[in-house]
């Protein structure tokens, strides 16, 4: 158990729909990273966010989004959603944002009919 | 760009053989690589990682390799068991003034035979 809590599980929902996934870091952990992981594909770095604030950016697509609240959880939304967009949302945290290992957690499998 | 790639898609041993996992990187100016297994169902977990100041490390039945003049990094499993078996990522860390990103190649499947 890596202390990275990601809900929900699984989602399954339709096209132009929107979802929001949820993520608990470690705790003590300031920093907090989204990763997409395609069927049998690598991870997509998404988006990163230390104590609150966005420190670096991916490739991530306009119609998702995501913020750090002051209590460290974060939330991934994505929005206008499409059948290319199922795949494994997996968060991440640190304790720092500059380096280090990255704790994953156990990832959100989202499905787009 | 930034890309972390990786030689071989799948890679199968026999148990008890060592495996050796291979990946190139690109940026030049990362300066610190991680290596994860990801099992089925699972978020990736870190095995071991390496500073671009050393070119080998090793851990508990794992070696990591550094080539910085040829961009790459290597995995080596000692006496591979069948519990070894999983998807194998190099990763990355860049900081191209953008900020932090660690960069994950797309992984190398490992089957350990029986």
């Known amino acids: 158990d890596s202390g990275v809590t990601q809900t929900p599980k699984h989602l399954i929902t339709a096209t132009g729909q929107r979802v929001t996934l949820r993520c608990s870091p470690r705790?003590?952990?300031?920093?907090v990273y989204w990763y997409q992981q395609s069927l049998d594909q690598g991870l997509q770095f998404l988006i990163q966010?230390?104590?609150?604030?966005?420190?670096a950016k991916g490739n991530i697509l306009e119609r998702f989004s995501a913020q750090q609240f002051p209590d460290l959880h974060s939330e991934l939304n994505l929005s206008s959603l499409e059948l290319g967009d199922s795949a494994l949302y997996f968060c991440?945290?640190?304790?720092?944002?500059?380096?280090?290992?990255?704790?994953f957690g156990e990832g959100s499998r989202l499905t787009v009919l | 760009g930034e890309s972390v790639g990786l030689h071989l898609p799948t890679l199968s041993v026999q148990e008890g053989d060592n495996s050796i996992i291979n990946c190139a990187y690109s940026?030049?100016?990362?300066?610190?690589f991680i290596w994860y297994k990801q099992e089925s169902g699972k978020g990736p977990q870190f095995i071991i990682d390496?500073?671009?100041?050393?070119d080998k490390r090793q851990g508990q039945r794992v070696t990591v390799l550094l080539n910085k003049t040829v961009k790459h990094l290597s995995l080596q499993i000692a006496a591979t068991q069948p519990g070894d078996s999983a998807v194998y990522f190099c990763?990355?860390?860049?900081?191209?003034?953008?900020?932090?990103?660690?960069?994950f190649g797309a992984g190398t499947r490992l089957f350990v035979k029986a």
């Open positions: 991440a945290s640190s304790p720092r944002g500059d380096s280090g290992e990255l704790f």
């Open positions: 705790s003590g952990d300031l920093s």
């Open positions: 966010y230390y104590n609150g604030e966005e420190r």
């Open positions: 940026n030049s100016a990362s300066d610190y």
């Open positions: 390496i500073r671009s100041n050393m």
């Open positions: 990763a990355e860390n860049i900081d191209p003034g953008g900020g932090f990103k660690t960069i």
